[in-house]
Each structure stands twice: as C-alpha cells, then as structure tokens.
C-alpha cells in the first residue's frame, strides 16, 4: 500500500513504552504527549479522531490500531462507511480482540491508584521501570491510561455492517491477555479478506518487533489465501473453543444448550 497514510491509534501504555524504547522521551516530551482531553469512550474517541481526520480524506489511507486503539480504528473504519466518507483502504489490527468477545478481562479501571498500576503490570507488564520510579510521570500518565481503560470496559459492540475494506491482524504469542486465536475472530468483521500475522512477543511486538512490523504492514497480501505466516491451521478450531469458554463465563450458556 505503498504511498498510503497509516494513521497509528494505539493504547497509552504501549505508545509510552515506545518512546521511551528510542530514546525520545523528556519530561517536556511527556507533558505534551500527555496534555490533551481526557476521553472516557471509544464513542468520544472516534468522534474526536474523526474531526481530526475529515479534512484529510483526500487520498488513500489505512489505519492502524494497537489494543484499545483496534477497536477505536474499527469503530472508525465503520463510521466512514455508514456515512459513505472515504474509507480506509486496509484496515490493521494488533493486540486487540474483536469486538463481539465482549469484555474479556476484568474490571480495573476503578481501581485505587497503587492497585490499578499494580493489576496493569500483572496484566501487561506495559509500564516500563523508568516511568513508574517518576512520580511526575506517573501523574501525567495515570489520568489518560486510567481513561483507556475506563473506555475499554465500557464499551459496547453493536452488530451492525461488515466492514467493506480487508483488515490484517497482529498477534504476539506470548501475549498476556490476548490470545492468537482470539485475533482470527477479526473475520467476522469483514467481508473481504483477513490475514494474520504473529510475532513470538508479548502484547507490545510493535515496540520489541518493530522492523517486522514494519515490513509486514507494508507487504500485500499473498495471492495464495489470506493467512499470513505465523497462524496454524487449528487456530479456527480453537476460536470456536475460545468463544464457547468466554459465553460460559459471562453465563450465556444454559443447561440443555
């Protein structure tokens, strides 16, 4: 999709790690990755993106969405077409599980400040050493990481149209709480064509396995089907076992069914 824009949405945690992983990160730099509104829902989110973008739809593009950001990117892929906007082309997806899952983690987001870092670490381990022993970073981080969070665990999947445009999934395999066969689920999504890729990474490949991610983002699809390297066969079986799991959890399931 060469010559294509690539608008990145992604979570707070995975966005820091990033910048501090290069080096760019100052406390002058934090402040203004930092210092802007406090979105609460995906809903405001995409509305907010959205202004953003509508003036910018002029060529082609695609997005890219990273955990909370994949569902903020869907969302948005599915605004512009309801609307009959310019769409994005290619739709890319990492670490984030499909919408129709529900909510498959406990709630945090209300958690004491102390308790709510902790059960963010024991979940992604995604704030690096440097920022939780800065107390000043931590207040600028905390407000926009607790709001992702808020944003996730309130958000509600309306089945609505099929995407139009192809979307490609990212998986790592060492991720935490998401699970690559959770990511193949993305094809009920989409009328056209999914390709999966998977790193042997935890839930921020994008930082650890950036070269990879790079080249794989910018690669066309193989013509001979729309699974990318690295996604086994049985993945499917063990989606449909993923998805019976989860029902039963949230009590969907009743004796007889």
């Not at 690539?6 to 080096?23: I, T």
């Not at 402040?31 to 979105?39: G, I, M, N, S, W």
């Not at 509508?54 to 869907?74: I, K, Q």
């Not at 082309?89 to 919408?99: D, K, Q, R, V």
Request: proline fraction near 5%; glycine fraction near 8%; include cysteine.
């Amino acid at each position: 999709m060469r010559g294509d824009r690539h608008p990145c949405l992604r979570d707070g945690a995975s966005g820091l790690s990033l910048k501090l992983k290069y080096g760019r990160l100052c406390r002058a730099a934090v402040a203004c990755v930092f210092e802007r509104k406090t979105l609460e829902t995906v809903e405001a989110m995409v509305e907010d993106y959205l202004w953003s973008l509508r003036d910018n739809l002029d060529m082609p593009f695609a997005f890219y969405g990273h955990s909370l950001g994949g569902l903020v990117a869907f969302e948005m892929a599915r605004r512009l077409e309801a609307e009959g906007l310019p769409s994005p082309e290619h739709l890319f997806i990492g670490a984030s599980a499909p919408p129709h899952f529900g909510l498959i983690h406990s709630r945090i987001g209300h958690l004491s400040g102390a308790e709510f870092v902790d059960a963010v670490q024991e979940r992604y381990a995604g704030i690096p050493a440097p920022v939780l022993n800065e107390p000043e970073l931590m207040e600028l981080l905390l407000p926009v990481l607790r709001a992702d969070f808020s944003a996730y665990e309130d958000y509600e999947f309306a089945n609505t149209a099929l995407l139009r445009c192809p979307v490609t999934v990212f998986a790592g395999s060492e991720d935490r709480g998401i699970s690559e066969e959770m990511m193949i689920g993305w094809e009920q999504h989409t009328r056209a064509d999914l390709r999966c890729m998977q790193y042997r990474e935890d839930h921020f490949f994008l930082t650890t396995s950036k070269e990879h991610c790079a080249h794989d983002y910018s690669e066309e699809p193989a013509e001979t089907g729309n699974t990318g390297s690295g996604f086994d066969d049985w993945a499917r079986v063990r989606l449909k076992a993923e998805e019976d799991r989860m029902k039963t959890e949230r009590g969907e399931w009743t004796l007889g069914r």
